[in-house]
């Protein structure tokens, strides 16, 4: 765990500050220097809750892990300049990691959604109808509210 909000500080958008004892860093992913507040780079993590290395496999965490004991999270992020709060932007690789722990890149998944198909061209007339019955229903339900009984 690297980060928490609260409901003191539920500042929406953000995952919050960092928690006690973790230290967190963005910096440029070509070049690993550190940005300033508000620029949008790599987010690096150290502390006691943050992830030590994949068991086993030293060359993973070779890459994983930078040689001032960072971890690199793979998450795109920026430091809010007002508020301090961490703000994810997106991934550097786009990669989803499933619960069994395999890797699966999502780009053939989204392609394959995108393309046109049957199936997807009946959701999106089946949304659109859904959505102006809605207002239909909406407006009517507005006019009969409106009316005074005799």
């Known amino acids: 765990m690297v980060a928490?909000?609260?409901?003191e500080r539920n500042v929406v958008g953000s995952v919050g500050r960092p928690i006690h004892g973790v230290s967190v860093r963005v910096v440029d992913p070509d070049t690993k220097k550190e940005l300033p507040k508000g620029e949008t780079g790599l987010l690096l993590a150290k502390g006691p809750s943050v992830m030590r290395g994949y068991m086993g496999d030293?060359?993973?965490s070779l890459e994983a892990i930078l040689a001032d004991g960072y971890f690199n999270t793979g998450d795109l992020a920026r430091i809010d300049v007002a508020t301090s709060d961490i703000v994810i932007t997106g991934r550097a690789k786009d990669?989803?990691?499933l619960s069994n722990g395999e890797n699966v890149a999502?780009?053939?998944i989204e392609e394959a959604i995108a393309e046109e198909s049957p199936l997807i061209e009946q959701a999106r007339r089946?949304?659109?109808?859904t959505l102006f019955t809605a207002r239909i229903l909406s407006w009517y339900s507005f006019l009969n509210a409106s009316k005074t009984p005799d």
Do not use: G, H, S, Y
């Open 4 to 7: 928490c909000r609260t409901v």
């Open 106 to 108: 999502p780009q053939p």
């Open 126 to 129: 089946n949304l659109r109808v």
């Open 95 to 97: 990669i989803i990691v």
């Open 58 to 60: 030293e060359a993973a």
